[in-house]
């Protein structure tokens, strides 16, 4: 992974990955990534396919967003904004809006 930072509500985060322990655990036992606020670091697993960890790097920034705000958004409710959220980004038919929104102009 290329991207080692990112900023969430002006704060620096700093990315970085790891290789998560399986042993002994069954299939999805494990994070796919980790986040310390009060360090600002955000951990993402090197064991999941690409589009795993772009869903995971968001997952986490959505994280971050709730310790900034005091959010207290629950697990489930995060991991669902992040996958939709992604979702919707990545669907060709969003090409133009999104391109639009992110351009540097």
């Given at each position: ?13 700093d990315i970085s990955t790891y290789?998560?322990q399986h042993e002994g655990l ?43 705000c005091q959010l207290e958004l ?32």
């Open positions: 992974m290329k991207i080692n930072k990112v900023y969430i509500m002006g704060k620096k985060y290789t998560p069954s299939e999805g036992a494990y994070n796919s990534g980790l986040s310390q606020h009060t360090r600002q670091i955000i951990k993402v697993s090197t064991d999941q396919p690409e589009d795993g960890v772009a869903d995971t790097l968001l997952h986490e920034i959505l994280h971050g967003v709730d310790y900034q629950t697990e489930r409710q995060v991991h669902v904004l992040a996958t939709s959220l992604l979702q919707t980004i990545w669907d060709k038919r969003n090409k133009n809006l999104f391109g639009m929104m992110f351009s540097s102009d």
